[in-house]
């Protein structure tokens, strides 16, 4: 077989040139010219790109191709095959069942007839995109190599698996929009602690895994040191339990499985020594785990320079920070997760809407009536892009219109969505708190006014029960903390309460239990 010869002078031909050298195939161990294909299709198409195998006439690299928002483009699993002889065929099949997973990307790149047919008779339809000779040839040489891999793409993907709006999970890759101050923040201040609190569902998770994945992007020395660690799953949530489990999160040996809290500080010293540099802790769910005793060590470790804290947390980490007297409000700045801008938000939605080949006719309207119901949240706009997206794709339709968020809004699904922070209220002095809030207008307003809002509607409050119930609302989602003062957190929110009538049978029916309670 002929293969193709190694050296750098690849690097100096033309496309054509190179894919024709490619056709030929090559040797494992003289492929010079397989890694400047690889640097050729990350210039055109992606943002990074890193060559996991090479073998005799087959290349498996990773490439994030996030500037194309359809699912799993951040994530690509790419192979590319030449040349005439595929005795590599088992490779090829052990390599197809470790990466064809669910909701994964995966491009088949034959660089020749022979391996085209190939490819055809291994990879099941609609399972991965496969690109012809004369097709990678017209992307990399392509003014617009983006729009001709899109087109491609949807050409051979089933649409539906393509839209990448995500409203179940913490939102990784290119579908991460906006919170550059914040990113800012983490990445520029790392001799600072901070804590992320807030409400569920408002991208605290999310923050935090994009903060740890630019690091590794950028190949920054720091994501050796940095540990990302749910507090959720640990089991153990004494103070020497979540001693261990944060240790042998950095450490695997037997040394971390016996570790004590007492022993913490030491061991944070060892590895910053180790490191260089304090050992970074992105510790998510803290409410999980969150009391004095347990959180100590690292607190006394953080104030030691040995490690620093990035907590992500609800309501109790948020009830700690805004206590003077909490060691950790002197210790770790408080970081809110505001509203994306309006061009984030625009971006959120409309780019992977016309990666997916919607077309937006009238998008000021469009965008002004989601703006509108979502406040720009970022949950709330992808909750809005995946309906439109499943509602187009039911009609059969390629264009998107200001009916089809009418459409949206007005769903059972969507009331249900947005109302459900309220439904799932128990209290009935904070069910008449809330439905006085949804009741003025969206206005701010600070603790004396709601304090005087409620009394009239016959609930008498004292400052502090006003502020903590006003606390507790905010990480429910109802509410939000606006320089010392609160609103209503979001306009869908009193949009549906006021299209459904909810408020005056919702205002009796909380009176009536608190009248019941406090008979009791």
Known sequence: MNQATSGSVYKEQTIGALLGHLEKGWRAGHADVVRDFVTRWRQKVAVSAEIAGI?????????????????????????????????????????????????????????????????????????????????????????????????????QLPIR????????????????????????????????????????????????????????????????????????TCMDRTADGFARFVALKIDSSHGSANLTADRLGNFFRYWRSHFNRPVALLLDEVDEIFHPSILKGVSLAAKDQLCRLILAGKGVLLRSMLDRDS????????????????????????EPMRDLGFEIPESQKVLSGIRELSGNLPHSVQYFGSRLADLLLTEESSRLFPRHVEQVRDSLEATSYFMSPFHDLTDPKERILALAMLSSNGERMHLPKIRELVQGMGLALEQQQVWDMCLGLTISNILALDNGAFRVANHGLSYYTSQTGFIDGALRDARAALSKSQEK
């Open 327 to 350: 060691p950790l409000a002197c210790r770790i700045d408080l970081l809110q997760m505001e509203p994306l801008r309006q061009e984030e938000a625009t971006k959120l939605l409309v």
């Open 55 to 155: 073998d005799d006439n087959l290349l498996y690299f990773t490439a994030d191709m996030g500037d194309i928002r359809l699912n799993g483009t951040d994530d690509a699993h790419c192979l590319v095959l030449s040349g005439t002889d595929f005795s590599t065929s088992s490779s090829f099949a052990e390599l197809w069942h470790k990466i064809n997973g669910a909701g994964r990307m995966i491009f088949v790149l034959a660089l020749s007839h022979e391996s085209l047919q190939f490819a055809l008779s291994q990879v099941p339809k609609d399972r991965a995109v496969v690109l012809a000779p004369d097709m990678v040839a017209a992307i990399l040489e392509s003014e617009v190599p983006l729009e001709d891999l899109k087109r491609r793409i949807r050409g």
């Open 161 to 232: 698996r393509l839209v990448p709006f995500n409203i179940k999970n913490a939102v990784y890759g290119h579908m991460f929009s906006g919170r550059s101050r914040l990113l800012s923040r983490l990445r520029n201040e790392d001799d600072v602690s901070f804590a992320l609190a807030g409400p569920g569902r408002i991208g605290k998770t999310s923050l935090l895994r994009r903060y740890h994945r630019l690091l590794v992007r950028e190949r920054d020395p720091r994501m050796h040191c940095t540990f990302v660690i749910d507090c959720s």
